[in-house]
């Protein structure tokens, strides 16, 4: 039933579309949130976008006047995937956290 | 003040060729249009604008292409020409460092598609080659010992794409550990 580990940057790209953003905001949004070590580049980006519309964890919005920037937000699809991806990392985290203590 | 410079780059050294314009960018040409072995440069300031070149799936023109070109120049890049299915951007260097991708699966899948155009090129030439070589042989027509050129072109271009292979060999083993 769970989905198997998400990647660092689709993980962050849904995190940053607990609101509406357009592709360039997810990009500084992600920038911000991971202190500039995450930069998504905008090829991957588009890619990824693609496949979360498919998958259904996003959706488009659609679009006002004539702003021709397409946003982006999260559904309650996506908005589960997030909470699995979080227990999963939280596990790997307490595991983590635990050996590395032990062995040191 | 433009200037024309005509230079040939394989499909297989795209980055080579990113290369080249990057280093005439950062002397203060700043590439403007593009065309067969042809390269049209406006004077900048030195290092003013990044490019990069990437391969799409379906010729520029085409709606699903279009939508990508708009997506990236969305992010703050321009196209600045295109040629067959290649399109070439810029971006003012000031935003930041300029990629098309990002990580690995997004680079081995640009990788596989001119893998895939270089791979039918060399097909069609190994056909065409094979062909004309086999009208000398039956019809004694010499002209077409230019088949021989389609070999040579062909193996040429294999050559290429195994050097491209090899990257993208490279980048799959390193995702096997980190992604």
Redesign the interface.
């Known amino acids: 039933m769970q989905n198997p580990a998400m990647?660092?940057?689709v993980y962050y790209i849904l995190l940053s579309l607990t609101e509406p953003r357009?592709?360039?905001g997810i990009?500084q949004n992600v920038e911000r949130l991971s202190n500039g070590r995450v930069?998504?580049?905008?090829?991957?980006?588009?890619?990824a976008i693609n496949t979360l519309l498919e998958k259904g964890y996003i959706r488009a919005l659609p679009e006002i006047k004539d702003s021709?920037?397409k946003e982006y937000e999260l559904t309650q699809v996506g908005r589960a995937a997030i909470l699995d991806e979080i227990s999963r990392l939280e596990e790997l985290l307490t595991n983590g956290k635990q050996m590395m203590e032990v062995s040191l | 003040m433009r200037t024309v410079i005509r230079k040939w780059f394989w499909a297989w050294d795209f980055d080579k060729e990113e290369a080249w314009l990057n280093e005439m960018a950062a002397k203060g040409l700043g590439l403007v249009s593009v065309g067969f072995a042809r390269y049209e440069f406006e004077d900048c300031i030195p290092g003013e604008y990044s490019f990069r070149i990437e391969l799409l799936e379906q010729f520029p023109d085409h709606p699903v292409s279009r939508k990508y070109i708009e997506f990236i120049e969305e992010t703050g890049a321009e196209q600045v020409g295109s040629i067959m299915k290649w399109v070439y951007f810029r971006k003012k260097t000031a935003d930041g460092p300029f990629d098309l991708f990002s990580d690995n699966q997004s680079r081995i899948k640009h990788l596989q598609r001119i893998i895939l155009l270089l791979f039918i090129v060399a097909i069609v030439n190994i056909i065409s080659g094979c062909y004309n070589l086999l009208l000398v042989f039956l019809w004694h027509s010499y002209v077409n010992l230019l088949g021989l050129l389609n070999l040579l072109l062909a193996a040429g271009i294999l050559c290429g794409t195994l050097r491209l292979l090899k990257k993208k060999n490279r980048l799959s083993r390193e995702g096997r550990i980190f992604e």
């Not at chain 1, 930069?39 to 588009?46: E, F, I, K, Q, S």
């Open positions: 990647t660092e940057a357009h592709g360039y990009i930069r998504l580049a905008a090829g991957t980006l588009y890619g021709r920037k």
